[in-house]
């Protein structure tokens, strides 16, 4: 029902739909009172850009431009930022919305590499030309330099530099009428135009908002996710999705191990990355993990305890994996950023396991890991006092061989162990 909601308000381009008011209105362009931009703009549309989703075939292009229309919309839905319609030309979208902060919320969605709250011209020199001029009343002020950054597409019978110089000059003109002294400078200028002709309509701008890039969500299918809850598993989940990748996470409950705080914990990480796919429903596990790490400690070498418990968390999320229909199994793992990430701990915890295992943080630094969880709202929440898990040895294996630990599973009825922990296993919609 969302998504026919959605699509509803989803139309490709019509040609000429658009009559903007006679050029030479009073531009109600610059309004303090809004918040969502530099200079508050009331917008009549947003033109929104992609990036390497332009690289595909015609009908993988299609099929993932129809998918990134769909999230945008949803997104909008999500922050209750009203439009009228999404559009899309070729290599634009364009966003029908009379609110200021609809570029914003668009540059949150995967796929999207920037944004422009803009308004509209007919796509003549002396349309585009008189929008600047109005324009700039308002935004140059006494003593500032301007500039005007033109591009065109589409078969026009004029350049690049003829927008330029024919809105330059507009403006020029119009604030010597005001009585201010203007100045070029195409280098460093204080206040910067933008115009972009296409073929049937001229759009003007001021600002641009960069975007989150990557893929549109849920192109690239779904994995699943072990989501401790911490400062990793959140960030590796994210810039998985960031490349178009749907997300099931899965909680493997250490208790009577680990607080109940942890559990919250990570439950609200999930929420948070919640918020950057909307119109997507994450299904989450949780899953009682704390009777099988009790039999590893009861059973086998304390020092590899925690390698072990690894093994057991990717044979359950495996389980997930198959009954979700996912592709495979995201960690948080950081190669040497812990003492049990070495090369040769992660290489015995995957040893056998004929899994699809990937760790998208496997070459970022915890700065890199950091700055990236602030970025997406993680960050406070994974820094909220959770406790220690009470079943890590005092001097965990650092340089596992793989052979020795497979020997120790042999002590064990692994199949067994693995089954009673999916019987357990609670299926939530947070």
């Not at 990480?269 to 009790?294: S, V």
């Not at 396991?353 to 950091?370: G, Q």
């Not at 890590?392 to 922990?421: C, F, H, W």
Request: aromatic share 8%.
């Amino acid at each position: 029902m969302v998504k026919e909601k959605i699509e509803s308000r989803i139309r490709t381009h019509q040609e000429n739909k658009h009559t903007p008011d006679n050029d030479t209105r009073k531009l109600d362009f610059l309004d303090s009172e809004f918040s969502c931009s530099e200079y508050g703009i009331k917008t009549e549309v947003v033109i929104v850009r992609y990036g390497e989703l332009a690289l595909k075939s015609t009908g993988v292009r299609n099929w993932y431009e129809k998918i990134l229309m769909r999230n945008i919309a949803a997104m909008l839905d999500s922050r209750n930022i009203p439009y009228s319609q999404i559009r899309r030309e070729w290599g634009r979208i364009f966003i029908e919305s009379a609110d200021p902060c609809a570029a914003e919320a668009a540059a949150d969605v995967f796929g999207i590499v920037s944004t422009s709250p803009a308004l509209t011209a007919e796509p003549t020199l002396e349309s585009a030309a008189s929008v600047c001029a109005a324009l700039a009343r308002d935004l140059v002020l006494e003593g500032e330099s301007f500039a005007i950054r033109a591009r065109r597409s589409g078969n026009h019978t004029f350049s690049s530099a003829d927008i330029g110089k024919n809105c330059g000059d507009a403006v020029w003109n119009e604030l010597e009428k005001e009585g201010k002294h203007p100045r070029v400078n195409l280098s460093s200028p204080d206040k910067e135009i933008f115009v972009e002709m296409r073929q049937n309509l001229a759009y003007v701008y001021l600002k641009t908002f960069k975007g989150v890039g990557g893929l549109p969500l849920g192109t690239q299918g779904s994995m699943v996710v072990l989501m401790s809850g911490g400062l990793d598993s959140p960030v590796a989940a994210w810039l998985m999705m960031k490349r178009g990748v749907m997300i099931t996470p899965v909680y493997c409950s250490n208790s009577p191990y680990a607080e109940d705080a942890a559990r919250e914990r990570a439950f609200d990480c999930i929420r948070q990355l919640q918020k950057w796919a909307p119109g997507h429903q994450f299904t989450t596990y949780e899953i009682p993990h704390g009777p099988n790490l009790k039999a590893f400690i009861d059973i086998c070498n304390r020092k590899n305890t925690c390698l072990l418990c690894k093994r057991m968390m990717y044979r359950e999320a495996y389980e997930v994996m198959i009954k979700e229909g996912a592709s495979g199994i995201i960690t948080g793992s950081s190669l040497g950023q812990v003492a049990s990430q070495t090369a040769a701990n992660m290489y015995a915890e995957i040893y056998q396991l004929a899994i699809p295992i990937y760790h998208p943080l496997i070459a970022l630094d915890k700065t890199e890991i950091m700055d990236i969880a602030r970025k997406i709202g993680t960050y406070d929440i994974s820094n909220r006092s959770a406790g220690s898990c009470t079943a890590v040895p005092e001097r965990p294996e650092i340089g596992a061989k793989y052979d020795l630990i497979v020997l120790e599973e042999r002590k064990m009825d692994i199949e067994t162990m693995v089954s009673n922990a999916m019987k357990g296993a609670q299926v939530l919609k947070l």
